[in-house]
């Protein structure tokens, strides 16, 4: 079955810094890769969405990338602040519009 | 659009008692899902409705759990009856089409002793 992992369960950044989020999937290739953001006491919301043809998709400061030879996706948040911190969680999206999601990172970025 | 709402924001129950949760969808969006967050397993999908009809039950995780979608705007998710296992948070998710990002609730956070 597939399984998808976000392999740092934490990552602590400087203030200004780009972080960098990975993922990975085992099995087959996904057809649409998402990111989600979860703050304490809250329900995910969504960031950004990325498809199996597509190599990157930006949104402002977010930037994601789809590597089906590495079975990888990246996340990163460029120029990154103290209210960037949260848990970043990756979900993998195949045939029916089940979601499956990974553990999570948790991102602290520090002033 | 005020989101996708759940009731109650937090639960707490005696083991063998009777919980329901429920959701309100965006309005609009065709698929609606039931999920749970534990520390130790993460965000579990436990049950998805298209157009009020399920979809997928199999991740419900035994008899005891239902759900339901009556109509467009409402769904529940009953468990009875409840054991301290089943505490976690219960989050219910909406959306228009696969393709599209999932939008979230705020969760019900239920606590079984």
């Known amino acids: 079955s597939q399984k998808i992992e976000q392999n740092s369960e934490a990552l602590n950044i400087q203030e200004g810094k780009t972080a960098t989020l990975t993922c990975n999937y085992t099995?087959?290739?996904?057809?649409?890769l998402q990111w989600y953001r979860q703050d304490p006491g809250r329900g995910p919301v969504f960031l950004l969405l990325?498809?199996?043809?597509?190599k990157e998709k930006r949104k402002e400061r977010l930037k994601v990338t789809f590597d089906t030879t590495l079975k990888q996706s990246l996340f990163h948040i460029t120029a990154s602040q103290p209210a960037d911190s949260a848990t970043y969680l990756c979900?993998?999206?195949?045939?029916?519009?089940?979601?499956?999601f990974g553990t999570g990172t948790r991102l602290t970025v520090i002033p | 659009d005020a989101g996708v709402i759940q009731s109650p924001r937090h639960e707490v129950t005696e083991m063998g008692q009777e919980v329901t949760l429920r959701c309100k969808p965006i309005?609009?969006?065709?698929?609606l899902f039931w999920y749970r967050q534990t520390m130790m397993r993460g965000l579990e999908l436990l049950i998805y409705?298209?157009?009020?009809?399920?979809?997928?039950d199999s991740g419900m995780p035994e008899d005891r759990f239902s759900a339901k979608m009556p109509n467009a705007s409402f769904s529940t998710l009953k468990i009875q009856p409840s054991e301290p296992r089943d505490s976690a948070v219960y989050f219910c998710?909406?959306?228009?089409?696969?393709?599209?990002?999932?939008?979230f609730g705020s969760g019900t956070r239920l606590t079984v002793v």
């Open positions: 998710a909406s959306t228009q089409d696969r393709g599209k990002g999932y939008t």
């Open positions: 099995n087959y290739s996904p057809a649409y």
């Open positions: 990325i498809r199996e043809n597509e």
């Open positions: 979900a993998e999206q195949t045939g029916a519009n089940n979601l499956f």
């Open positions: 309005s609009g969006h065709d698929y």
């Open positions: 409705f298209n157009n009020n009809v399920p979809i997928d």
